[in-house]
T-cell receptor
Framework: AQSVTQLDSHVSVSEGTPVLLRCNYS??????LFWYVQHPNKGLQLLLK??????LVKGINGFEAEFKKSETSFHLTKPSAHMSDAAEYFCVVSDRRNTDKLIFGTGTRLQVFP | DTGVSQNPRHKITKRGQNVTFRCDPISEHNRLYWYRQTLGQGPEFLTYFQNEAQLEKSRLLSDRFSAERPKGSFSTLEIQRTEQGDSAMYLC???????????????FGPGTRLTVL
């Protein structure tokens, strides 16, 4: 079965410093992987998606993620954090038989300090 | 607003009462999903519809839960005899099956937060 593991439940950074949110996946096939962001009292928003094309995926708001098959990882990065980046981030893998059905990690809460 | 909408946004109920939530998907979307998110966890799949047919139900969906999508448009999720463990955020999402972007076309609503006292 497909699954994702988010290695950090909380990450704190200072504004202007790099962000790294870590995710490992488990899948017996080439997966579709996503990062979603959830701001308080707002719906889930797709940041970026990997579907076996380019291994480095660029998303919205300056985020990007790199698919590394050898490490079964799909870490999310951003060169410079902004205060508005503070939110909950979810690493997600799609179900093999139904690619619209999403399997979420437990989330990483990102705090950004001024 | 052409996004996914959910009503009510918040619901507080007493244990043992029945509650019903509504989801209005994006109008041209033929798939509709329900997820449940408890505090500190990621959303978990509950069930999904393609048009009016309910095609899959999670083991998380006990007999007290029922979902419908009678005309292939809006959907309702009913919980009977609520328990404190049902307290969670209930999320609805919609997508267009067969769309070129696949799950890129999955959009989430803002959720209904249920509190069972």
């Amino acid at each position: 079965a497909q699954s994702v593991t988010q290695l950090d439940s909380h990450v704190s950074v200072s504004e202007g410093t790099p962000v790294l949110l870590r995710c490992n996946y488990s899948s017996s096939y080439s997966p579709s992987l996503f990062w979603y962001v959830q701001h308080p009292n707002k719906g889930l928003q797709l940041l970026l998606k990997y579907t076996s094309a380019a291994t480095l995926v660029k998303g919205i708001n300056g985020f990007e993620a790199e698919f590394k098959k050898s490490e079964t990882s799909f870490h999310l990065t951003k060169p410079s954090a902004h205060m508005s980046d503070a939110a909950e981030y979810f690493c997600v893998v799609s179900d093999r038989r139904n690619t619209d059905k999403l399997i979420f990690g437990t989330g990483t809460r990102l705090q950004v300090f001024p | 607003d052409t996004g996914v909408s959910q009503n009510p946004r918040h619901k507080i109920t007493k244990r043992g009462q029945n509650v019903t939530f509504r989801c209005d998907p994006i109008s041209e979307h033929n798939r509709l999903y329900w997820y449940r998110q408890t505090l500190g966890q990621g959303p978990e799949f509950l069930t999904y519809f393609q048009n009016e047919a309910q095609l899959e139900k999670s083991r998380l969906l006990s007999d007290r839960f029922s979902a419908e999508r009678p005309k292939g448009s809006f959907s309702t999720l009913e919980i009977q005899r609520t328990e404190q463990g049902d307290s969670a955020m209930y999320l609805c999402a919609s997508s267009l099956a067969g769309g070129l972007a696949g799950a890129m076309s999955t959009f989430f609503g803002p959720g209904t937060r249920l509190t069972v006292l």
